[in-house]
Nanobody, 124 residues
Framework: QVQPVETGGGSVQAGGSLNLTCTVT?????ITWFRQTPGKGREGVAS????????SYADSVKGRFTVSQGDSRNTVYLQMNDLRPEDTAMYYC????????????????????WGQGTQVTVSS
């Protein structure tokens, strides 16, 4: 049973930073951060493929967010810098066993196991 758990959300002013942590129990070789706001679909913002250390990012966060792996392959961080009000959302960690091609696509339709989410609020 694969189960991700997110920690580290909170409130910050525009231009600030937050670091989210995802800890996964069970085996997964694709860990992706998604976000969702009311009335909008779930957007895949960054994915990490521990084997090979690959990462992919949505254009909306490229250059501001960094997804990295902890000492354990089951711990993945999302460092968010230069936060903007439009980054306000519920952030979810999702884990799956996928090829890198599919993992890098960050599609919510893949067979992910989902965490409960953590709220990130950015005020202007």
């Amino acid at each position: 049973q694969v189960q991700p758990v997110e920690t580290g959300g909170g409130s910050v002013q525009a231009g600030g930073s937050l670091n989210l942590t995802c800890t996964v129990t069970g085996f997964a070789n694709c860990i992706t951060w998604f976000r969702q706001t009311p009335g909008k679909g779930r957007e895949g913002v960054a994915s990490r493929y521990p084997t090979g250390g690959y990462a992919s990012y949505a254009d909306s966060v490229k250059g501001r967010f960094t997804v990295s792996q902890g000492d354990s392959r089951n711990t993945v961080y999302l460092q968010m810098n230069d936060l903007r009000p439009e980054d306000t959302a519920m952030y979810y960690c999702a884990a799956a066993q996928l090829s890198w091609v599919r993992c890098s696509g960050r599609r919510k339709e893949e067979q992910y196991s989902w965490g409960q989410g953590t709220q990130v609020t950015v005020s202007s």
